[in-house]
């Protein structure tokens, strides 16, 4: 059965796509990034690991080596679900016709320079903050940087003193983003990248530089004046690809600094690790073990994928003796289905949204939760056409944020990166109103 599942699921996604490519791409573009992540995640990726006979969530290499428990029984239980929750992420978007503008609008170009200087110095400000926390840490990024530090890269999370400044990281994201889609030189634009994926190196931020890129593909691809033909998906598609085999692949070589001994040729690769990578739906499928082989652990209800975002923004000294209730129930339950020894530290491992849904609702959260966010979706990208530029900056810093949410599974994680990464178009949108006309001679584009 569990071929039919998959068959099912395939043919979900593959209508899905259809849809998209219907209407236009542009036009929906959280659901697109969804979409793409709900095939590596939730398809591909689970499906490679059932053939290759893969028996625990972690895998029985290195440390993980005869951990865990075997999760064989549930490969096609968990499938079922995925196919089931995935039916409803669809129909809970498609549900209804999508509404198209009647007109289309861009940025007086005289006014393009004008913000452009104001995006630029947002980024100056927001980078500013950052550094200045972590030198108030007391560590010194060239220090890291030279190769005189013990310190590695990416071995930071935790040096900046404020979680308020800190995140002001996700705000250099957007920057970059808006100055791209200004039409800013593009020497600028690398060199705004560049010095911004240093500062997400230095404090660990990994998924930083990922959304990164992926936020330019967006706005490079899905310009209003390029035409979406089926070899620039092709090309923007194999670019895609090879960015995320190489940093998988020269991870270590990153995070020790070796820069030098980085590989970048593609026959290198190995390309299993990929897999690894985005193995999240294991995680799904032993939590889905986990309790039903411990019938006494309750779901949490939603306490952490809704409470959370709460105590997760108020301050610390709010709390008894100045310390937060963490972890969340739901990281602590999905902590214990590891089954690893006691005294190994948390790996940090993390379920997919649809994983959340089950900690927090059992199966009736596979079965309402992803029909509501798909109908959540359609609300986001209904109040925000992309026939607005405030519309289509809107769209593509929802979907980053939706990124986190999809592959990490976290909701208050999410509200937290929707926020700072919105943060700089918030503050920007009324100048973009004002310098919004109606385009000369639009045409609307399907």
Known sequence: MIWLYITINLITLISAFQYVRRIGPRQVIPFVICLALLAVYCLFTPTYFYMVGRETSMGDDGLYQFTGKRITDYYEKGMFFYMVANMLFVFGFVWKRYPF?????????????????????????????????????????????????????????????????????????????????????KYKVGLLTLLAFVLFAIMGFRYRIILTILGLILVYSLDKNTVISNNRVIYVGLILTYFIFFITYNRWNFIHGRFSELSYNPV????????????????????????EENPEIQHDYGLTMFGYVIIKALPKFLFPNGEKPYPPPALTILDNSLELPRQWARTGEATLHYGSFYGAFGWFGFVLMPFLMGFWLRFVVSRN??????????????????FQFVTRGYFPQFVDHFVYISLPVWLLSGLIKRSTILQPDHEITH
């Open 101 to 185: 503008g009647n007109s289309s609008f861009c940025i007086d170009q005289k006014n393009i320079s004008y913000l452009q200087k104001y995006v630029l110095l947002l980024y100056a400000f927001f980078f500013s903050i950052v550094v200045a926390d972590i030198a108030i840490s007391g560590i010194n990024p060239l220090n890291i940087l030279l190769g005189s530090s013990d310190e590695n890269l990416f071995g930071h999370q935790s040096i900046t003193n404020s979680y308020y400044f800190r995140n002001c990281a996700d705000c250099i994201i957007t920057t970059i983003i808006l100055f791209a889609y200004l039409k800013g030189n």
């Open 268 to 291: 290198e690769f190995e390309y299993g690790m990929f897999f690894e990578q985005t193995r999240a739906g294991l995680a799904d499928f032993n939590l889905i073990r986990y309790y």
């Open 385 to 402: 056409p992309v026939t607005t530029p405030l519309g289509f900056l809107k769209q593509v810093v929802f979907s980053l944020a939706i």
